[in-house]
Structures are given as C-alpha cells and as structure tokens.
C-alpha cells in the first residue's frame, strides 16, 4: 500500500509480525474501500462477558481519527484510548498497563495524526487558553528545541511525528509494567501517523 512504512528499528520490537500486518492489511482495506463484512450483533453477544484484545492504541480525541474503522476493525478487537495530542500521563499510562498486565494484549500503538490541533497548539507562539496549555506542555519536550514552523504541513507532520516517539518513551520510562513486558519480548510497541487527508497510517 503506497505510504504505509513499517521500518524495524533498535527500540521497538517488532516480533509480532501477524498482528502488525493485521493492521496495516486492515487500514489498506479501508482506503481503498473494501472494509470486511461485520456482524456487531454476533459480536456484541461474543465479547458480553469479556474481552481478549489484541491491540491496545493510544491516539488523539480528534473525530476524524475513528481507530476501529481506518483499521477495519469490529467489537472486542482494539483496546483503545484516545486523548488531546496522544499524551502519556498517569491516566491513560493506567488504562495502558491494564489492557497489558489484565487483558494480555501483545501488540501497543500510539498513533498521531496529521492537522493535529493539539501539535499546533504546543508549535503556536500565541497564548494557549484553558487546560488546552497543559496538552501543549506535554508535547513540547518532544521537539529537543527544535523550531518547527506553525501552517507548514511537513513540519507539523515532523513534529508529530517526535511527538509520538517521545510518548512512548515516556511510557518506557515510566511504566515498569509495560517495560517488561516490552523487554521480554511479550510486547510489540508501534509509532504511527493517520493522514487525515488520504486515511493512510504511516508506521515507523
């Protein structure tokens, strides 16, 4: 699928081959249309007395960022947890640990997006109102002083993109948990970016 990557590298492991092409197979058939056949009603009756994800995603609030449908996903598959900018902190690091130590998952993702209000938030110059200035706090650290450009689409992209890599440092750092789940090769652990534009995600 044209501009979906998944690049190995030192930090993440990515032993878990099947379930990362369970999703980008799943976001390929999304835009290119061809979501599978979906029974909810089957599978609200399946998962009514518990739940067995295989995916836990941690991705921003925003409504064009819908993780079970650009993964052609149903019920009980994906563990999801969506928050302003994709940010780590204790809440969503909680709901993390437990879909890892309780549900079991294999496979964590935190995903940013492109046209993100929370990453032009953290990038304006402006005065940031509201509880929105502590979303912005959070990302800053990302960038390592560097000086990415507001309304300038490949750098909003770039700073998104250290953003998402910052968060899941953070989760490490944080979260003995998931660390050694992470360090004994229990976990798989992703970055990606959901174009807005073209539907595709871009793992790296």
Request: glycine share 6%.
């Amino acid at each position: 699928m044209k501009g979906t990557c998944l690049n190995n590298s030192e930090i993440y492991n990515t032993s878990n081959k099947e379930l990362v092409s369970r999703l980008i197979t799943g976001n390929k058939r999304f835009v290119e249309g061809k979501p599978k056949e979906k029974d909810y009603v089957g599978d609200l009756k399946k998962w009514s007395s518990g739940q067995k994800p295989y995916a836990a995603i941690l991705s921003c609030s925003d409504s064009r960022v819908p993780l079970e449908i650009i993964f052609d996903e149903t019920i009980g598959n994906l563990f999801v947890v969506r928050v302003a900018g994709s940010i780590i902190d204790n809440i969503t690091l909680g709901s993390i640990e437990f879909a890892v130590s309780q549900l079991g998952v294999e496979l964590f993702v935190i995903l940013g997006h492109t046209d993100c209000g929370a990453i032009k938030a953290s990038l304006s110059s402006e005065k940031v109102d509201g509880y929105l200035n502590d979303v912005a706090k959070c990302i800053l650290p990302a960038y390592h002083n560097k000086c990415y450009h507001l309304n300038d689409k490949k750098e909003e992209y770039l700073a998104a993109k250290d953003n998402v890599k910052y968060q899941i440092s953070s989760c490490l750092e944080k979260s003995e948990i998931i660390k050694k789940s992470f360090d004994e090769k229990k976990l798989t652990i992703l970055s990606g970016i959901y174009n807005v534009d073209t539907g595709i995600v871009d793992f790296f």
